[in-house]
Nanobody
Framework: QVQLVESGGGLAQPGGSLRLSCAASGSIRSTYAMYWYRQAPGKQRELVAWITTHGIANYIPSVKGRFTISRDDDKNMGFLQMNNLKVEDTAVYYC?????????WGQGTQVTVSS
């Protein structure tokens, strides 16, 4: 069992930046791909970005070029650097690990982009 704890959310102005962190309670090296999802009020949860066990990053079109996903397997952590934030990025952001048929979720961290 792996527990995930997200942090780094908060309030940002349009055009601003936030860095989300995801701390895992166990080793993630070579086992779990890491995903970041978000869920805005009244909308379905959507995949935002993911990074494979080999460090290959992927993004949905609306965040490509603005968000950067990364992982530090030595520290069992993942990150989502969010730049040039837009109002439509407002959502609860969730970290997810998937591997070996196991699926783990964090509790989420609120990101609000508003002037």
């Amino acid at each position: 069992q792996v527990q995930l704890v997200e942090s780094g959310g908060g309030l940002a102005q349009p055009g601003g930046s936030l860095r989300l962190s995801c701390a895992a309670s166990g080793s993630i090296r070579s086992t779990y791909a890491m995903y970041w999802y978000r869920q805005a009020p009244g909308k379905q949860r959507e995949l935002v970005a993911w990074i494979t066990t080999h460090g290959i990053a992927n993004y949905i079109p609306s965040v490509k070029g603005r968000f950067t996903i990364s992982r530090d397997d030595d520290k069992n952590m993942g990150f989502l650097q969010m730049n040039n934030l837009k109002v439509e990025d407002t959502a609860v952001y969730y970290c997810n690990l998937y591997g070996l048929g196991r699926n783990y979720w964090g509790q989420g961290t609120q990101v609000t982009v508003s002037s």
